[in-house]
C-alpha cells in the first residue's frame, strides 16, 4: 500500500473550493435520466451528454475529479482522446465507480446489501481486486462503493436491521482495503436514504451507527483513513415526514453526527445529494463551512443530481454550450460553498 499517494490524491480530491462530479450512473439509471428529458438512451447518447460536460470551459476550478462507469471510463471524448486521458489534461481525477448494484438481503426483507468484491462471470465483471489493477493502469485514481440503507418506521417494521448495516460495513471496509492496495483512494459511501416518513432524530441515530460500525470494520481490517474519503448522506427528515427541519438545523445536527461519529484522520468528507434540490445541496454545504469553528476534515461535496440536473435539461432543450452554461454555474455555486460564500442572491 502507497500511502503517500493515497494521502496525496485524497488531499487534492478535497482541496478547498474544489469537490467531485459524480458522473457514475448506470446505464439503467442514465437511460431513466435521458428519457426524462426526451433523449432516447443509447452508448453514444450517454457519451455525448457526458463528454460535453467534461469539456465545459473553466470547470477544473470547481471539479476535482469525476466519478465514471465503467462503459465511461472506456469511452473517448469527441476528438478520440480516451475520457481518463482528457480528464488528467484538465488537472481533474479520473474515479470509477467499482459496486456492482445491490442484491436482497436473506431473512432481511426489504434490505439489501452491495456486492462487487467477488468474481460475476454471468454479468461480465472480474474480482474487484482485478478490476482495480484495470482501473488503475487505465489513468482512475480513486474509487467509490455504494451502501444502500432503508429506514422504515412503519408499525412492527425495525429497518434497518443490524445484521443489514452490520454487513454492508464490512462490504465498504474490504472494498476500501482493496481499493488502497491497488493505488485507489476509496470513496466509503454509506448511503442512508430520505425515503420515509423518519424524523431527522432518527436519521441521525442511523447514520451514526452505519458509520461507527463501518470505521471499525476498516480498522479491524487495515484501511489506511488519511488515504480515503467518506461520502455520507446529510442529517435529514424523510421526504414524507410531518417534521422538515430548517436548512441552518440539518447543517448543525449534520456537523455534530459526523464529528462524533466519523475519526477525525479521515482523509476528508464528501457528501451526497441525495434528492435535494440544487440549492438545497449548496445551502446546506454552505451553512456547515460559515460556521465559527473549524472542522476535522474538509467538508466537500460529490454530487450527482445536484450538479447535473438543471445541465442535464439544457442538453436536451438548448444544446452543448447551454448545458455547459447550466453546469459552470451550480460547480460555481458548490466551489463558493465550500468556503462559507455562497449566498441565494448569486443564484
Not at 23 to 32: C, F, L
Not at 189 to 210: K, R, Y
Not at 304 to 330: K, M, T, Y
Request: hydrophobic residues 35%.
Amino acid at each position: 500500500m502507497d500511502k503517500a499517494l493515497l494521502e496525496a490524491t485524497a488531499a487534492a480530491l478535497v482541496k478547498p473550493g474544489k469537490g467531485i462530479l459524480a458522473a457514475d450512473e448506470s446505464n439503467g439509471t442514465m437511460t431513466k435520466r435521458l428519457e426524462g428529458v426526451g433523449i432516447e438512451s443509447s452508448e453514444e447518447a450517454r457519451r455525448a451528454y457526458r463528454a460535453n460536460l467534461f469539456a465545459t470551459p473553466g470547470c477544473e476550478s470547481a471539479v476535482s475529479g469525476v466519478i465514471l462507469y465503467d462503459e465511461t471510463i472506456r469511452q473517448t471524448m469527441d476528438d478520440g482522446t480516451l475520457i481518463p486521458e482528457y480528464l488528467n489534461s484538465r488537472g481533474i481525477f479520473p474515479g470509477i465507480k467499482v459496486d456492482t448494484g445491490t442484491v436482497e438481503m436473506s431473512g432481511c426483507p426489504g434490505e439489501v446489501v452491495t456486492k462487487g468484491i467477488d468474481a460475476e462471470p454471468e454479468n461480465g465483471w472480474s474480482n474487484l481486486d482485478t478490476r482495480c489493477k484495470e482501473y488503475f493502469e487505465m489513468g482512475a485514481r480513486f474509487a467509490k462503493w455504494r451502501a444502500v440503507i432503508k429506514i422504515d418506521t412503519t408499525s412492527g417494521s425495525s429497518k434497518p436491521s443490524m445484521d443489514c448495516l452490520t454487513d454492508n460495513a464490512r462490504a465498504l471496509a474490504n472494498y476500501a482495503l482493496i481499493c488502497q492496495q491497488q493505488g485507489l483512494v476509496p470513496i466509503i459511501e454509506p448511503e442512508v436514504l430520505m425515503e420515509g416518513a423518519h424524523d431527522a432524530n432518527t436519521c441521525a441515530e442511523v447514520t451514526s451507527e452505519i458509520l461507527r460500525q463501518t470505521f471499525e470494520e476498516c480498522r479491524k481490517v487495515g484501511v489506511h483513513n488519511p488515504g480515503a474519503l467518506l461520502k455520507p448522506n446529510m442529517v435529514i427528515s424523510g421526504k414524507d415526514s410531518n417534521e422538515q427541519n430548517s436548512r441552518e438545523h440539518v447543517a448543525i445536527s449534520t456537523v455534530e453526527c459526523l464529528t462524533e461519529s466519523v475519526p477525525h484522520d479521515v482523509g476528508g468528507v464528501v457528501f451526497l445529494s441525495g434528492g435535494q434540490s440544487d440549492e438545497e445541496a449548496t445551502d446546506h454545504l454552505n451553512r456547515m463551512n460559515a460556521m465559527a469553528v473549524e472542522h476535522p476534515w474538509q467538508l466537500s461535496y460529490s454530487y450527482g443530481r445536484a450538479l447535473q440536473a438543471a445541465a442535464l435539461e439544457a442538453w436536451a432543450n438548448e444544446g452543448a454550450e447551454a448545458s455547459q452554461v447550466a453546469f459552470a454555474h451550480r460547480a460555481k455555486m458548490n466551489s463558493l460553498a465550500r468556503s462559507g460564500d455562497w449566498d441565494i442572491s448569486l443564484e
